[in-house]
């Protein structure tokens, strides 16, 4: 386990870059991969990260725990320590064999009552807020970005309004962004995590590997400037809503009787069939068309409108779109995915 730490200045250094899946136990190999996150974080991923990312997949389950393989000892680690290898099983007890229940949707997750431990203890600064990019410190091109999107104001209201005691559409609930950040924000690119005790950039999803390398060079492990008077509900929530989609992996593929999900608060079997109609149907239900078979040029048509019309969080986001970048098993290279040099990995 090799410590992680953002030093004080980037080292200029080049790395190289893959994806690791996390896998869940309770299911075979060809049909058990709940999420794949980039290795982006000296060679590996941040284990803080990778805990809260599958957690939040698994219920909230946050006292989770990874190993190598089934029967492979425990990998121990410290939040701002790094998992290192091709993929990693996440258990949530000492069932290795546990079909625990999967969230696949942000409009079925619950915020939960216990954050991870470096979220519930980081501080949120008050004071004047900037009118600055909180990413790229821009002064120009602004737009106004909510963390928990406009359009989820029911979830809002039924989970964290009783924390907030205000609207989704308040400043607590908005943060600046330069345009083209924004557009990325919303498409799910990137989201704040804590690591080393601040709100960093984390790179999600894996998108086109030419401009994966880019934004991880430029903006991956980049500490956000201080998001004076934010709600830590609504950043944690804006991590969920950014990571739940990555499910897809675990439900386009399944050829297995049953499943454990959570549907409507409780854990629920359900076939394949309402599976992937349940993982459809959430991703349609607020935002339009998000069929499977979405075209690259559709997408395209739908960013330039997203472009000419600013309306905030609604851009279709379709399983495809997901899942179309990534490399099949089929076609991977022989010592995995293609490695991606990266350089000046890590910003302050």
């Not at 079909?99 to 942000?106: L, N, Q, R, T």
């Not at 039924?158 to 989704?168: L, R």
């Not at 903006?219 to 709600?231: D, E, G, I, R, V």
């Not at 379709?318 to 179309?324: A, C, E, G």
């Amino acid at each position: 386990m090799t410590s992680f730490a953002l030093p004080e200045n980037a080292d200029s250094s080049t790395a190289t870059y893959g994806l690791v899946s996390f896998l869940h136990p309770g299911y075979d190999d060809s049909f058990n991969k709940l999420c794949v996150l980039p290795a982006a974080d000296l060679g590996g991923v941040h284990f803080g990260t990778a805990l809260t990312v599958c957690g939040i997949i698994a219920n909230n389950a946050f006292d989770g725990w990874f190993a190598k393989e089934k029967n492979a000892p425990r990998e121990e680690g410290e939040w701002d320590s790094v998992l290192r290898g091709r993929h990693f099983y996440f258990f949530t007890s000492d069932n290795r064999n546990d079909k625990y229940p999967v969230v696949i949707s942000f409009e079925q997750w619950r915020y939960p009552d216990t954050l991870p431990p470096k979220w519930e203890s980081l501080e949120i600064p008050r004071g004047i807020e900037q009118r600055q990019c909180c990413l790229s410190a821009y002064a120009y091109s602004l737009e106004s970005a909510h963390l928990v999107p406009h359009y989820e104001s029911s979830w809002y209201t039924a989970n964290i309004f009783d924390y907030t005691d205000a609207g989704n559409d308040e400043p607590h609930n908005k943060i600046y962004l330069r345009g083209d950040l924004h557009t990325a924000f919303n498409n799910r690119h990137w989201c704040m995590v804590v690591k080393d005790g601040r709100l960093v950039c984390q790179t999600f999803r894996p998108f086109n590997r030419s401009l994966l390398n880019s934004f991880v060079e430029e903006y991956h492990n980049k500490t956000l400037l201080p998001l004076h008077n934010k709600s830590k509900e609504c950043l944690f929530a804006r991590l969920a809503w950014t990571v739940l989609p990555l499910v897809g992996y675990f439900v386009i593929n399944r050829e297995l009787p049953t499943t454990v999900i959570i549907k409507n608060g409780e854990a629920t079997e359900v076939s394949g069939q309402e599976l992937r109609m349940s993982f459809k149907t959430s991703k349609a239900s607020k935002r339009g068309s998000t069929d499977v078979n979405t075209t690259s040029a559709s997408r395209s048509n739908a960013l330039s409108k997203r472009k000419r019309t600013r309306d905030d969080e609604k851009i279709s986001i379709s399983i495809s779109d997901w899942l179309n970048q990534v490399p099949s098993p089929q076609n991977q290279h022989p010592g995995g995915y293609p490695p991606v040099t990266i350089g000046d990995y890590l910003h302050d």
